[in-house]
């Protein structure tokens, strides 16, 4: 537990707990340093707690429930038609993954002997910072600080995110009721798993692209055959939608990242950031503070 305004010296600060900040702390430690790494949540970051692995449960799920549902398997001599899904169960089991896979990083964590801190942390100077959790408040004076904070989702500067009618790819695996209809503003690969995911369901899935087409620079032969599963599920696909054009809720915007540097007071310790709060690193990945 971290009570109070306590300074403690480490050799190596990693802000971020995702693929690339555990796997940092990790070989750190492994070279014989003091290692602390910091996260407002559990080991994983978005990816295993929020995002790939949660989503490719579900598709896992959803594809077994989706193929009883095929007229070939009458022909193969399979009856399957009491068949049903159970959203809420899907759910649970999509966490028991999560929960599974969390705490086995979070035992690589605790063997490597790291100390990890739940928190939120920001720059006092070059060499502190504050890391701000529920259990109070603690500053940290480190040799070295790899930064791993990710990113979030970027959103449309038009249609903000408002957790119910406007969603992230994030939220919209973690809603507690199937829709009748869902909108999907996108064209990258999370677009695309989540319609399909959704599609699966019997959810009317309409999917809009920006874009001259789904999945830009896509092989043509390999886009036939992402356009013609899409088809198969019944999912609709405009491309060069213009977001005002798109009037039906509930919409889900998956339209890349956005780097997750604001409130770590970068510029007071002169980090190079570029327009968009990325961080600007020379060919080591050292920013302008090395």
């Known amino acids: 537990m971290v009570v109070g305004d306590v300074t403690t010296a480490v050799d190596v600060l990693v802000l971020g707990a995702g693929p690339g900040g555990y796997v940092a702390a990790i070989r750190a430690a492994q070279l014989g340093h003091h290692v602390t790494l910091v996260d407002q ?8 707690n929020r995002g790939c692995i949660p989503l490719k449960a579900l598709l ?57 801190v739940y928190g939120t942390g ?31 989702a970027a959103g449309h500067p038009q249609l903000p995110y408002d957790g ?37 369901l019997g959810v009317k899935v309409k999917l809009y692209s920006p874009g001259e087409q789904i999945l830009a620079g896509c092989d043509p032969t390999a886009l ?15 491309t060069k939608t213009a977001i005002e054009n798109v009037t039906d809720r509930p919409i889900v915007i998956s339209q890349g990242v ?12 002169g980090v190079e950031t570029s327009s968009n709060g990325g961080i600007a690193v020379n060919a080591m990945q050292q920013s302008s503070v090395p």
Not at 136 to 145: A, E, I, L, P, Y
Not at 258 to 269: C, F, K, R
């Open 41 to 48: 949540g559990p080991p994983g970051g978005t990816c295993l």
């Open 258 to 269: 956005s780097p997750h540097t604001a409130g770590l007071h970068l510029d007071a310790v």
């Open 224 to 238: 036939r055959l992402v356009q013609s599963g899409l088809r198969k599920l019944g999912i609709q696909a405009a």
């Open 164 to 200: 119910e009618r406007v969603l992230t790819p994030e939220q919209a695996l973690q809603l507690p009721e199937l829709p009748n209809t869902l909108n999907i503003l996108g064209d990258d690969y999370i677009a695309l798993e989540l319609a399909t995911l959704f599609g699966r």
């Open 122 to 152: 920001w720059f006092m100077n070059a060499q502190e910072v504050r890391v701000e959790g529920e259990h109070g408040s603690h500053r940290f004076k480190f040799d070295h600080c790899i930064l791993a904070v990710g990113a979030d």
């Open 60 to 116: 896992s799920s959803t594809e077994r429930y989706y193929d009883t549902q095929q007229e070939e398997l009458a022909a193969m001599g399979i009856a399957a038609e009491t068949v049903s899904f159970d959203w809420p169960r899907m759910q649970a089991w999509k966490q028991s993954v999560v929960d599974r896979l969390t705490d086995g990083v979070r035992r690589l964590v605790a063997g490597n002997h790291i100390d990890y």
